[in-house]
């Protein structure tokens, strides 16, 4: 099963609406994190990701295949604003 990195954005009655990031750049408006930064860091990612507004679900069965952003001292909120500004 691939894992993503992946944002919660909402909890719905019916499971949660989640993005997620891909290691595919696109030429759409995107929000990068790069693995080498704060947040690419504390994510462990392994190469740069993009998340894109389309890159969304709701469902309970997603839960499962995301890896949940990163918080404490590495996690960096500007990233978290941008992706959710992105994806509404």
């Known amino acids: 099963m691939k894992r993503r990195p992946a944002l919660v954005l909402e909890v719905l009655a019916d499971g949660v609406r989640v993005t997620w990031g891909t290691r595919t750049e696109r030429d759409v408006p995107h929000v990068c994190v790069r693995a080498a930064e ?4 504390a ?3 392994a190469s740069d990701t993009w998340f894109y507004g389309a890159n969304q679900t709701v469902a309970a069965d997603a839960l499962r295949k995301i890896i949940p952003p990163p918080t404490g001292r590495l996690a960096d909120p500007k990233v978290a604003v941008s992706i959710r500004a ?3």
């Open 43 to 45: 994510w462990k990612l």
């Open 86 to 88: 992105l994806a509404t």
């Open 38 to 41: 704060r947040a690419g860091l």
